[in-house]
């Protein structure tokens, strides 16, 4: 008999991830006796599919997978996540229990790579000022280009772009940049020399990349030695007129600190995921001209759910198959994971 598969997730999460062949996909390798996802491991019903389940598919919001939820799944021996970080559902015992934990995180990169891009390359050539202008003005002060034709600092020819974490995604950055005519340094404890020969990129301390920088791209986990890893002195480093662009997470940013450093109007900021996420609507942020935020878009969205969806199943094919997964989470990875 195939093995028993649930899904546990936001219960809106299926209809949007998993398209109509991957359900297909699904079905010829397990058996699947409730199409809805558990939101809840200590519910009655959920109790009760536990009982037989070897496969959970796994999705944002999962419940906490406990040693309580692991002593009611004895047959549990794949989570396949469908989404980045795991750090929200796996307990201690998670990966004490021997069960084989996957990640969809190499998925969840692309999109997230692809918006830092556009985000730097918009911030280079200061598009969301003369958004702001075009809009106030009604067209009549957009018009005129002469504005910029003096001004150095618009454009990204030549442009110093920082990237603060090489991390799987702070590296698919770094391939982007690579094709224009831009300067890369990187900032990375971890990063050996060697690596960064490879990468084709210059490292860099900390405190002079935000000095260097034209724009500064956060890309470090969220893990305890990272946390408030720009604060008022990198801050304070930063060039007039510079970007600082945070596609990571709002933890690496103390963020009075940069509310203080914004209201001078010295330098310019682009936030995709701030600290509280989202920001509170008194929060000063939403009113500077020089701030720009995004509601946590950078991640996979809409069609590009179908992607991470795609590794899930095939991790799901490949236990059923008898074949290693392509992308493990141990418990050992935690510790330089987002």
């Not at 989404?83 to 021997?98: D, E, I």
């Not at 110093?160 to 300067?183: E, K, N, P, Y």
């Not at 609507?281 to 950078?298: C, G, Q």
Request: hydrophobic share 45%; aromatic share 8%.
């Amino acid at each position: 008999m195939p093995p028993q598969l649930i899904l546990a997730m936001r219960p809106e999460l299926p209809h949007g991830l998993l398209r109509p062949e991957h359900w297909q996909r699904l079905e010829r390798v397990t058996r699947i006796p409730f199409r809805e996802a558990l939101t809840d491991f200590d519910t009655p019903h959920a109790t009760t599919l536990l009982a037989d389940t070897e496969i959970i598919l796994a999705g944002w919001n999962c419940p906490p997978i406990t040693e309580s939820v692991l002593a009611r799944a004895p047959k549990l021996k794949l989570v396949a996540y469908a989404a980045a970080t795991v750090k929200y559902f796996a307990s201690p015992a998670l990966w004490a229990s021997g069960v084989v934990v996957t990640s969809s995180h190499v998925p969840m990169a692309v999109p997230v790579a692809e918006f830092t891009l556009a985000a730097i390359l918009f911030c280079g050539k200061d598009t969301f000022r003369f958004i702001a202008e075009h809009r106030a003005s009604r067209g009549l002060k957009g018009t005129d280009t002469r504005a910029s034709w003096d001004n150095p600092r618009i454009g990204n020819f030549g442009k110093r772009i920082g990237i603060v974490g090489a991390s799987r995604i702070g590296r698919m950055v770094i391939a982007h940049l690579q094709r224009f005519d831009m300067q890369i340094r990187v900032y990375d404890p971890f990063l050996s020399p060697d690596e960064a020969t490879r990468l084709g990129v210059e490292q860099s301390s900390l405190i002079d990349l935000m000095a260097w920088s034209d724009i500064v791209s956060l890309h470090a986990p969220a893990i305890p030695t990272t946390r408030h890893m720009i604060g008022r002195t990198e801050l304070a480093a930063m060039r007039d007129g510079a970007y600082l662009i945070n596609t990571a997470r709002g933890w690496l940013i103390d963020h009075e600190a940069l509310e203080v450093e914004l209201a001078s109007r010295r330098i310019n900021a682009f936030i995709d995921t701030p600290l509280p996420d989202p920001l509170p609507p008194e929060s000063r942020f939403y009113d500077m001209p020089n701030v720009t935020l995004t509601p946590h878009l950078a991640g996979a969205q809409g069609n590009e759910l179908w992607r991470m969806a795609d590794l899930a199943v095939e991790e799901i094919e490949r236990h059923v198959a008898g074949l290693p997964p392509l992308a493990p989470v141990c418990a050992e990875d935690l510790d330089h994971i987002a």
